[in-house]
């Protein structure tokens, strides 16, 4: 089961990222755990800088912006 987790302290793109990852791993038939990651130091412990940002099983694949459906599907394939 892939680990993913949405790094954000729960602003609007947070939020709007959560909502597509939830989407295309249900619409996709992947096995995953989705979580928000809101803690502002725990976010910092993934060396990042701005939010949203998506991580799959601990690597951050993308940060500061909502990836399209196909990309998001691409990163947690």
Request: aromatic share 4%; net charge positive.
């Amino acid at each position: 089961m892939k680990k993913i987790q949405i790094l954000g302290t729960g602003c609007p793109k947070c939020k709007k990222l959560y909502e597509a990852v939830q989407q295309v791993v249900k619409e996709s038939s992947i096995e995953a755990d989705v979580t928000k990651v809101e803690d502002i130091n725990e976010i910092l412990k993934f060396g990042i800088m701005m939010t949203p940002a998506l991580a799959v099983d601990g690597e951050v694949k993308v940060y500061g912006k909502i990836p399209k459906p196909e990309e998001i599907r691409k990163m947690i394939a």
